[in-house]
């Protein structure tokens, strides 16, 4: 083909390569993960810091690119159709049977090569290649693209101020920026953990940080019927032998009825009162007993703990509208709430309260917390209804409706609980079954 018009071909292919920097510098910039970006700014470096500030500008910003992309594509059909077509006209017209369609056929076929190139050395590529660096690329591409802006401001404020307007015409000027939400973190949270770089147990403590704030007391606290307290006229021996049983520190005193608590007594408070040589019949409890700290059951978890840490108290004891105690409430049981279970030489393993029979089954103590049992036997955890029960008997009372009485049945999922045991009003023990 004679007159080739290379000139031409190479102006067009550097124009696609211009349009691929635009492309890939919009990516970037826009996709770019604003904390990394602050990071780097913070180390000092200045690449980092235009970047943060033209993502923080996306008007300014993507005016200048789409400044830059449209007079590419202008420049591209001013060389593609005046400079290539004629040349390519030509030689078709060289082919008889096409001589009567050559411009049309020419045209056709220089619209087509630079759509495609432009595509995809001018679209796609580049913006898959900033999709994956992006903060790299930002930087990289940042301190020319500022710079530009600042040249092309005048053209931008008239475009942006056209925007303006016709966005005020349809009502939707104002724009309110969206900040991160919980969903948002828990999301990225999961997807971290489906990609591997957050590990399953972080993942499970930012989902209970998230669900720690939505805790009320009541369903943290130990309930009434488990309280482990002593009577102000209890003798010492019996005293000393409660501490021994239950494995506590640190123990409610009240008078006569629970709903009189007259204080907490502090075993190492007991303890320093006999080392001194006062005689067992002589050592008042009343007076050994630090003050009790009440909470209502509707205060929040987080709050509590806020309480805990100002105030230096490990132990509280939970009331109801009616000023009548309802439960007991720790420091472990509050940080549980965020770190999981924590186990002491004095706790139940978790092995003996949730125990898999040789048929598949389960036999479990009715007082584990409801969570654990249903991880521990494969059930989804209802974060919703965890607020209203903390132990599995409180699960089935939920959903029974009434006090059960043993071999009494309930399923829930794909699982049948049945009460095999009862200690008087509480449940004692249950049996699951796969369903």
Not at 25 to 43: F, H, M, N, P, T
Not at 45 to 55: F, G, R, V
């Amino acid at each position: 083909m004679s007159g080739f018009p290379g000139f031409e071909v190479i102006i067009i292919f550097v124009l696609i390569l211009a349009n691929s920097f635009f492309a890939a510098s919009e990516i970037a910039i826009v996709s770019s993960r604003r904390g990394r970006l602050q990071q780097q700014a913070d180390a000092g470096k200045k690449s980092a810091k235009q970047a943060l500030q033209l993502s923080e500008n996306p008007d300014r910003f993507m005016a200048t690119v789409q400044i830059g992309m449209t007079l590419i594509s202008t420049l591209a059909s001013v060389f593609g159709g005046a400079s290539v077509s004629e040349p390519l006209s030509r030689w078709i017209s060289t082919f008889p049977v096409l001589q009567p369609y050559a411009n049309t056929i020419a045209l056709g076929l220089v619209v087509m090569m630079i759509t495609y190139f432009s595509l995809v050395i001018g679209e796609l590529a580049p913006k898959r290649l900033a999709l994956q660096s992006a903060e790299k690329i930002a930087v990289a591409v940042a301190p020319f693209m500022d710079r530009l802006s600042k040249i092309a401001r005048p053209v931008v404020g008239l475009l942006t101020f056209s925007t303006n307007l016709i966005l005020r015409l349809v009502g939707q000027y104002e724009h309110k920026k969206e900040g991160v939400t919980e969903e948002d973190i828990v999301y990225l949270a999961r997807e971290g953990t489906v990609s591997g770089t957050v590990e399953t147990e972080e993942e499970e403590f930012i989902n209970r940080v998230f669900r720690f704030t939505d805790r009320t007391v009541s369903s943290v606290m130990m309930p009434r019927t488990e309280i482990v307290a002593v009577e102000v006229k209890t003798p010492f021996p019996q005293v000393i032998e409660t501490f021994m049983s239950s494995g506590y520190t640190r123990l409610p005193i009240y008078e006569e009825t629970l709903d009189n608590i007259i204080g907490v007594l502090y075993a190492k408070d007991l303890l320093r009162s006999r080392t001194t040589n006062q005689k067992e019949e002589e050592i008042n409890l009343r007076s050994l007993a630090r003050p009790a700290f009440f909470i209502s059951e509707f205060q929040h978890v987080d709050d509590l703990l806020t309480t805990f840490r100002r105030k230096g108290i490990h132990i509280a004891l939970v009331i109801d509208e009616y000023s009548q105690i309802t439960g007991l409430v720790t420091l472990e049981d509050v940080l549980e709430e965020l770190v999981g279970e924590i186990n002491d030489e004095y706790d139940q393993p978790e092995d003996s309260a949730i125990v898999q029979r040789e048929d598949g089954s389960w036999l479990v103590d009715a007082m584990t917390d409801h969570e654990v049992v249903r991880k521990k036997i494969g059930m989804s955890v209802d974060e919703e209804e965890h607020r209203n029960y903390h132990t599995l008997a409180g699960m089935l009372l939920s959903k029974m409706g009434r006090i059960p009485k043993a071999g009494d049945k309930v399923t829930i999922e794909d699982f049948v609980f049945e009460v095999v045991d009862m200690d008087g009003r509480r449940i004692d023990k249950v049996l699951i079954k796969h369903v």
